[in-house]
């Protein structure tokens, strides 16, 4: 019976890796697919599709000029990661400075060791954020997001103790 659950377990773990890299893949096509869109209402949508004790939202009013598609599964990602492996509430916050949009997630977690931060997004999550199964494509996604947007993910302590997850984007993306 032990050997039932644990095939049981890979499966799930072979399916939850298929869909990610199925979504990985989309995010690449779809990278040029831009519009010019309200951030605030673009962000309130994907934050309203949870429950709001659990996660909230502070943003400015802007429009940019970037993928919708492919910037909600980016916040769906950090989202759902700062609630698996952090603590609630979520904060998503999205603000401008020095030319450049800053939507940032925090928990209220523990954050990431030191020593795993300065390797993330670029590697699987190691076990110190409570779970193994998670292969980090969540995290390439979004800085596959940011980069094709001109911008960059930065992984930071967040002042609530947990980890902040910024996406750096330029105010005039290139094209």
Avoid: W
């Avoid at 940019?64 to 909600?72: F, G, S, T, V, W």
């Avoid at 795993?116 to 409570?130: F, N």
């Amino acid at each position: 019976m032990d050997d039932v659950l644990k095939m049981d377990a890979d499966v799930d773990q072979l399916c939850e890796l298929t869909n990610k890299l199925y979504a990985y893949a989309d995010s690449l096509a779809d990278q040029h697919d831009r519009i010019d869109l309200e951030i605030a209402e673009l962000l309130g949508q994907v934050v309203n599709s949870y429950n709001s004790v659990n996660v909230q939202l502070e943003a400015e009013r802007r429009i940019m000029r970037l993928n919708p598609l492919a910037l909600k599964r980016s916040l769906n990602n950090l989202i759902d990661n700062a609630l698996e492996y952090g603590l609630p509430p979520v904060l998503v916050c999205a603000r401008s400075g020095n030319d450049t949009l800053i939507i940032s997630v925090d928990d209220h977690g523990h954050g990431l060791q030191p020593a795993t931060q300065l390797l993330m997004p670029r590697m699987p999550a190691s076990g110190d954020r409570h779970e193994t199964s998670h292969r980090g494509l969540g995290l390439g996604i979004v800085e596959q997001f940011c980069q094709a947007h001109g911008g960059s993910l930065d992984l930071l302590r967040s002042v609530h103790g947990g980890l902040r997850a910024e996406m750096h984007l330029p105010l005039r993306p290139s094209a």
